[in-house]
């Protein structure tokens, strides 16, 4: 696994993708995953252990130009004693009808998980596929979206399907299929409580200025404050996240004491209501909504 010292590397999260979906490795690569992995095992052990035919094992594994599904790749690192992030980067294409090169800008990443958690209309894997959908505030916001595609997977905006009506962004399964590697909750695993990976420590600026710039970090005039709100169907796993959240803030200095309410049985919110700390999520870490930053603006009196 990749060590969380090395900040050009991190943990994979290995079991949340879709254990089908292909990928192309380079040549080198995927010559010494086949050929080390054959030295301590055989095509029968490795077609048994992936679930995949012995048939299409042995076809995939002898044909250098097929891509190979995750879960093959993944026992064959594991025979091999090669590691995942070693192995990841060495991807030169993903995907089901079109085939992408991750960049692995990781600032990026961050940047998407936060838009991922706070506001994906859907984020749902299949065993060869994943959706993933995100909504936006306004065409500010939805620039940001399209710079991180372009510095995630060389994309334009031309590859993403953008319906301005209802503001939603259809992004493709790569997108999907990189975060939940990088760590990324499904919706429904958000719910429950997500557990932030340590490497967004590192991105923490990145990953809280798309996160609050989502649907969950509401204005409340009426209150002369803000709102983060929270659905959850395990409130205990819900309220660790918090905490870890708040980790996050306090490692780009805001110091973030509000306590979690209860609004009904399965919504707890955060309100946020002193100055110094509205002003930091302003100026300090920033929204990337022109309507967010106009909406926290007034409640600051500017």
């Not at 094992?57 to 590691?83: F, G, N, Q």
């Not at 399907?161 to 962004?169: D, G, H, M, Q």
């Not at 796993?237 to 609004?263: Q, T």
Request: proline content about 4%.
């Amino acid at each position: 696994m990749a060590s969380d010292e090395d900040p050009t590397r991190i943990e994979l999260s290995i079991n949340k993708a879709p254990p089908l979906y292909p990928l192309k490795l380079s040549l080198e690569m995927r010559q010494e995953l086949v050929v080390r992995s054959l030295r301590v095992s055989n095509y029968i052990k490795i077609a048994k252990e992936t679930g995949i035919s012995l048939a299409k094992v042995m076809k995939i594994m002898s044909t250098p130009s097929s891509p190979m599904p995750l879960i093959l790749v993944l026992k064959l690192a594991e025979l091999a004693r090669i590691d995942l992030w070693d192995v990841l980067r060495s991807v030169e294409g993903m995907g089901i009808r079109k085939f992408l090169k991750p960049n692995f800008d990781l600032g990026a990443a961050a940047s998407f998980i936060g838009y991922a958690v706070s506001s994906s209309s859907k984020f749902k894997v299949g065993k060869g596929n994943v959706t993933i959908s995100l909504r936006y505030d306004d065409d500010f916001q939805l620039s940001h979206i399209i710079d991180l595609s372009r510095r995630l997977f060389n994309i334009e905006a031309s590859d993403l399907s953008i319906n301005r009506r209802e503001r939603k962004v259809y992004l493709l399964s790569q997108f999907g299929v990189i975060l939940l590697l990088f760590g990324a909750p499904t919706k429904r695993e958000f719910y429950d409580g997500w557990e932030v990976p340590y490497w967004l420590d590192r991105y923490s600026p990145q990953f809280l200025k798309a996160f609050q710039s989502g649907r969950l970090f509401r204005s409340v005039p009426s209150r002369r404050c803000a709102r983060f709100y929270f659905k959850t169907f395990n409130m205990e796993g819900m309220l660790k996240f918090i905490e870890r959240l708040k980790e996050l803030y306090a490692r780009v200095g805001v110091s973030m004491e509000e306590r979690p309410r209860l609004l009904s049985d399965n919504i707890i919110y955060i309100e946020i209501c002193r100055r110094a700390v509205l002003e930091a999520l302003l100026y300090s870490i920033g929204f990337t909504s022109q309507r967010k930053i106009r909406e926290i603006s007034q409640l600051l009196g500017r």
